[in-house]
């Protein structure tokens, strides 16, 4: 490309301000706005998989901006009326095509790369696994910017009108919204076949760290993408009807091997990054690798935890503690076990804990396993935090209210108090059998829920 018709294509199209419009539109969003994307462990600042499908899921807004700013610069030629003069030039007409097409593409990248830049200094500063799984993730959502920005110049030069770039923008605004999975992905429920739905350049909302998005998929939407862009390129340097029929091809022959390559079972769409979820351990406390950073301040209070889980159970006691890796949907029932506690840094109690806290969440945590789900998009149930207070407090011999956990620590405190004082009453052998049966219960999460085996506990 010549660095002086650039230069000009800069000052007299659009590209600055697509270019402009990526990070400042993102970031806007991302920090003004209040959403699941600054959640704990799924923030899109906290792990690189993280921030490449945050940023990804925000195409669903800017594709069809950037493909509207892509159709308003394809009227150029039509609003200053010298389309005639330009077909008679000796320059070819994908000379120039490419030049409009490549300045765009370039400014599109550098603004993407700057909103990477923003999340990826953050993401460095905490102590993030380091990976490069993420990655084709980032480099599809940047192909899908440049085949938008192409494909609305080459739709824009083809139908001249005012109303294209606006009816573009609704139009993919739409395309983009009925597409997308249905509030997935731990569980995906497609409002439409998977291989359709795969179509649409965003991803739905992070909710497992652990997941990514499969090869296929990286390859097939690759495929659909090109196709895209190349027809959009096609149109923007077709001169006759006849070049305008034959540019459709690209996009076809793109969507049919798109097709043949997207998964059509959901649950192949997002798959277990089983790099990140490998364990380390330190003793007999273990995390996924994408954690690795969190092992030391656990190691301590897990050890001590397990030592306390030994002697109030006993042989039925919890031999490790290990980060929960299974799969589940939002408010799904979360994973139990008798050998292990079960962690899940997003539960607030554990996540963000430390010392004797700490000791104490695991050891709640331990004797009577959550059976809802506990983090800040899910709550978790007041029951359920009452009972391993009481439970905590048998071993500990101190009551405290959890800390960390969505409920206000002033109720957790009213709520167990009458019930921690009654079972304090009762005979030391009483109060083992009570908490054998809160344990039992935990595990179980039958109708009668763990606080149901304490005096006073029932449901009210």
Known sequence: MNGRVAR??????????????????????????????????????????????????LLVFLWPLVLGLGALQGLRDHRSAMGELLTS?????????????????????????????????????????????????????????????VLGMGLGRTLPSPLTPPALTVAAFVFTNLLRTAEGPAIPSPAAPNRLVLLSPAVSQVREVLLTLSAPVHLGQTLWLLGLAATGFALLAAATRRGRLLAVAPVLAGSVLALLVLPSDPRRTYVVDTAAAAMVCEGRVCVTKLHEARLHDLAGPGEKALRLLHGALGARAPVEIRESTGLRDLLD??????????????????????????????????????????????????????????????????????????????????????????FRALPPAEQRARIDAVHEAALACGDSGALDQLPGGASR
Do not use: N
């Open 333 to 422: 029932t979360p994973e139990r076990s008798r050998t292990a506690v079960l962690v899940d840094f997003g539960d607030g109690a554990i996540g963000k804990a430390k010392g004797e806290e700490l000791t104490r969440a695991l050891l709640g945590q331990g004797l009577a396993p959550a059976c809802a789900p506990r983090s800040e998009r899910e709550g978790g149930s007041m029951s359920d935090i009452v009972a391993q207070d009481i439970a905590a407090a048998w071993v500990l011999g101190d009551l405290k209210p959890l800390p960390g956990t969505a409920q206000d620590p002033d109720r957790q405190t009213a709520r167990a108090l009458p019930v921690w004082k009654r």
């Open 89 to 149: 030039t000796p320059r070819p007409a994908w000379h120039r095509a490419a030049t409009l097409a490549g300045t765009i593409a370039l400014t599109l990248v550098a603004g993407f790369a700057l909103l990477l830049v923003v999340g990826g200094a953050q993401v460095l500063a905490g102590g993030a696994y380091q990976h490069l799984g993420w990655l084709p993730i980032s480099l599809v959502a940047a192909l899908a910017l440049i085949a938008a920005a």
């Open 8 to 57: 000009i294509e800069l000052r007299r199209s659009v590209a600055p301000w697509a270019g402009a419009l990526v990070p400042v539109f993102a970031l806007a969003l991302l920090y003004l706005i209040p959403g699941p994307w600054a959640w704990d462990t799924v923030r899109w600042t906290e792990q690189w998989t993280s921030l490449a499908m945050w940023t990804r899921s």
